[in-house]
């Protein structure tokens, strides 16, 4: 039952499996915190530990024996207790240390390098899209000036992480095309990877093949499977338009993702999203929860839940694992990938791993961090500055700040706040619970139980938890 266990925690975690070492000898002293959390399940129990972003789901034994180990133990003292766990003192022992190791594993280190660049190529769009986190005021049709962007990230030097992303975003990329292209090329000399995301009906016409070549991934967005549904949101003929251009990039063999924002008008689609990007041939379809910002928020559109939103894609899985494929970047990956890793991040990365930078070069910490006081210098700057004042922005948002009202809540190390330029923006002060904290949390820890029940029932034979 323990060599089980242990099968379990390895499968529920990225980081697993090694420097595990022999047992232990019958005199050392076991003792391990009780965790935070404790649900149950099926005569399954998931474990949390808060402050050290540890998780793991185990059966009703390995439940009994961390309980015993909330006080110190010895092996000896509990065989004594349960003489049967005799013959499994090696795999107690592998077990206990190996949630040890969990509970121990070491911070990130305090300097961190930029894993994303978002560039607003223009704030201009020609659509006027209801779930929009621009609001009117802040369209401009100022462009990007690329070549002062690139002369600021070739200047970053290390400060930029040879794996990081370049996203190129707006109002409309493709207003400004010379703009995308030429970012796209940079990247690929970079060998950074580079990825925009347009509404699809702006002709892209004789671009494609330069897209092509620069190696850039594309985004279309498309906010429902049903032109109905889209157009509600997006305006009349952009269903369209944008699937035309999708299915124009797919036969230019463009890696293509279907963006979708999920909101409850949409929300009933979300099957029928993931079968329209299978059946146009699109690499990844993309579902992502709203946001309350910009238009979004004056326009009184209801996000749909999270946990709405994962147990619809889980449910559509559970139908048809193969559209699993599909999701790469969005929530539902985003998430798994996220409790995957035990995590000792202190906050959302927001101006230590994100910058963003404006159409006239400002640079502030994320796409959602946006207004003046966030502002963390332009393009014109030395990068030493922009970083310093990121890192101040950063330790501005932890969640580890005793004064942070998230600083005790257990599954901090995975929300990590939710999103802190949403919170500013809607409530006027960055260090809120977000407002949507119980789905938040209630999502955490639906995507653990779903994390581990491929591990779990392909050893116990369950069909399901
Ligand atoms: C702001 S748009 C800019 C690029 C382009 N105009 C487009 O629509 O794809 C970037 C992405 O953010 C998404 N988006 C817009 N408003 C949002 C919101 N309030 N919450 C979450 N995502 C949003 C869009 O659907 C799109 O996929
Ligand atoms: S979501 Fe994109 S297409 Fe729609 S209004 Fe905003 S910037 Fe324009
Ligand atoms: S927003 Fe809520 S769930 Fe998220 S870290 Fe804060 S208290 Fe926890």
């Given at each position: 039952m323990f060599q089980q266990a242990l099968n379990w925690i390895n499968g529920q975690?990225?980081?697993?499996?090694?420097?595990?070492g022999p047992g232990s000898s019958g005199d050392q002293v076991w003792h391990i915190r009780p965790p935070d959390l404790c649900q149950e399940k099926s005569g399954l129990f998931l474990h949390v530990w808060g402050p050290e972003g540890y998780w793991h789901i185990v059966d009703g034994e390995t439940h009994e024996l961390l309980q015993m180990t909330g006080q110190p133990v010895t092996l000896a003292d509990l065989v004594q207790r349960r003489p049967e766990w005799g013959v499994q003192r090696e795999m107690i022992a592998k077990v206990l240390r190996k949630v040890t190791q969990g509970l121990a594993h070491t911070a990130p280190p305090t300097e961190t390098q930029i894993e994303n660049v978002s560039l607003n190529l223009t704030q201009a769009c020609n659509l006027h899209c209801a779930t929009c986190y621009l609001s009117d005021r802040e369209r401009s049709p100022q462009k990007l000036d690329a070549d002062a962007v690139i002369y600021f990230l070739e200047k970053l030097g290390s400060r930029l992480s040879r794996a990081a992303s370049i996203s190129l975003l707006g109002g409309e990329p493709f207003l400004n095309p010379e703009g995308v292209l030429a970012m796209a090329e940079w990247a690929q000399r970079r060998r950074l990877s580079c990825n925009v995301s347009t509404n699809g009906t702006v002709p892209l016409g004789n671009v494609i093949p330069q897209i092509r070549r620069a190696g850039l991934r594309v985004q279309v967005s498309l906010d429902g499977a049903a032109a109905r549904t889209n157009d509600a949101i997006r305006g009349v003929g952009s269903y369209e338009r944008a699937l035309n251009t999708a299915q124009a990039l797919i036969a230019g063999k463009i890696h293509t993702t279907l963006c979708m924002v999920a909101c409850r008008e949409n929300l009933a689609e979300l099957g029928d999203y993931l079968r329209l990007a299978r059946r146009i041939g699109a690499s990844e379809a993309r579902i992502l929860p709203l946001k309350r910002l910009g238009n979004a928020e004056q326009n009184r559109l209801e996000p749909a839940p999270q946990l709405a939103i994962l147990q619809g894609i889980a449910a559509e899985l559970a139908h048809d694992?193969?559209?699993?494929?599909?999701?790469?970047?969005?929530l539902y990956a985003i998430m798994r990938n996220l409790v995957r890793d035990s995590s000792r991040r202190g906050s959302c990365g927001s101006g230590t791993q994100t910058l963003l930078v404006q159409p006239d070069g400002g640079i502030f910490?994320?796409?959602?961090?946006?207004w003046a006081e966030g502002q963390l210098g332009t393009v014109k700057d030395a990068p030493e500055s922009v970083v310093a004042k990121g890192a101040q922005w950063g330790a501005g948002i932890s969640i580890d700040k005793l004064s942070h009202p998230c600083y005790a809540c257990v599954v901090k190390r995975w929300c990590l706040a939710g999103c802190p330029g949403e919170t500013q923006q809607r409530?006027?002060?960055?260090?809120?619970?977000?407002?949507n904290c119980a789905d938040l949390k209630e999502s955490i820890l639906f995507m653990m139980w779903q994390n581990s029940a491929a591990e779990t029932v392909k050893e116990t034979g369950r069909t399901r938890l």
């Open positions: 975690h990225r980081q697993s499996g090694e420097g595990l694992p193969s559209l699993e494929t599909l999701l790469q970047s969005d910490p994320c796409a959602n961090s946006t409530e006027g002060a960055l260090r809120n619970r977000h407002w």
